[in-house]
Nanobody
């Protein structure tokens, strides 16, 4: 099983980026998929998740109103990040967990670096 994240990069504050995560190796029916992020020296933190059906969407308070998560099919998830702030700079990890929430993922992808300059 692989979760392939892409879409990271360098953007100025106030700009936008769209992250993609494509999973392979099994079908992620009945799984929540989403994103965590991590800054060096800090713990990995939850960002957003969406259940298989496209419902049961959850966001961290720090990104509500700025980030939008969506699911294209069983195995693809996107994170549209708007109004980016320097504090959004982190390595973003795609993850998947069986069930309605994403708290202790069963699968992790490699990270994609997002850098927001001030």
């Amino acid at each position: 099983v692989q979760l392939q994240a892409s879409g990271g990069g360098l953007v100025q504050a106030g700009g936008s980026l769209r992250l993609s995560c494509a999973a392979s190796g099994r079908m992620f029916t009945y799984y929540s998929m989403g994103w965590f992020r991590q800054v060096p020296g800090k713990e990995r933190e939850f960002v957003a998740s969406v259940y298989w059906s496209g419902e049961r969407i959850h966001y961290a308070d720090s990104v509500k109103g700025r980030f939008t998560i969506s699911r294209e099919n069983d195995n693809t998830v996107f994170l549209q990040m708007d109004s980016l702030k320097p504090e959004d700079t982190a390595v973003y990890y795609c993850a998947a967990e069986y069930g309605y929430t994403l708290s202790q993922p069963d699968y992790w992808g490699q990270g994609t670096l997002v850098t927001v300059s001030s």
